[in-house]
């Protein structure tokens, strides 16, 4: 049940594609796709199910994600230089973070940390709030929050602590 969810996030993100940004089934899409990562993890503890495929399709589903709502908002938000910046070096941190994790253990990890969980957290509001509040204001938090995230990442990868 748990990787239906989790795959149910992946056809809602996809299908906000084909929908306007900020139109209401544009919300209604990308707020189902958010409810559904918010249960998925717990349905498949509750249920006994947890499983190394359910929280690779989980992380698999948290990229379609933010690939798709990168490209509902890139053309409509104005990001300053700065905030690319810094986006890419958060990308950057966690390739070697998923790097140096398979190089040290023959397979890929990726941590779902309380860090990364309040990071998650953060960027699903954070499209909620561009129109009311000036982009450059909100994502210095999240920016922040998710850097230190991707840090702890790497220290718990290198430390063998997952």
């Known amino acids: 049940m748990a990787n239906i969810i989790t ?8 299908a906000t594609l084909f929908f306007p940004i900020f139109s ?6 990308y707020l189902a796709a958010g409810i559904t990562d918010m249960i ?14 359910g929280a690779r399709l989980d ?3 948290d990229i379609v994600f933010v690939v798709v709502c990168l490209i509902k908002l890139i053309p409509v938000v104005s990001i300053p230089v700065w905030l690319y910046v ?20 023959k397979r890929f990890i990726m941590l ?23 982009l450059k204001y909100t994502a210095i938090p999240v920016c922040a929050v ?13 430390m063998n602590r997952f």
């Not at 795959?7 to 996809?14: D, H, N, P, Q, T």
């Not at 209401?24 to 899409?29: A, D, E, I």
């Not at 810094?86 to 253990?105: E, K, T």
């Open 112 to 134: 779902h940390t309380i860090m990364n969980k309040v990071t998650g957290l953060l960027l699903f509001v954070l499209p909620l709030t561009v129109r009311s509040v000036d």
């Open 86 to 105: 810094w986006i890419g070096i958060i990308a950057l941190i966690r390739i070697i973070n998923i790097v140096s994790g398979y190089i040290m253990q």
């Open 40 to 53: 998925d993890g717990t349905v498949a503890r509750r249920t006994g199910k947890a499983s190394e495929f």
């Open 59 to 61: 992380s698999i589903a």
């Open 24 to 29: 209401p089934m544009f919300y209604t899409l």
């Open 7 to 14: 795959g149910s996030r992946i056809l809602f993100s996809i």
């Open 146 to 158: 998710a850097t230190f995230a991707a840090i702890q990442e790497g220290h718990f990868i290198r």
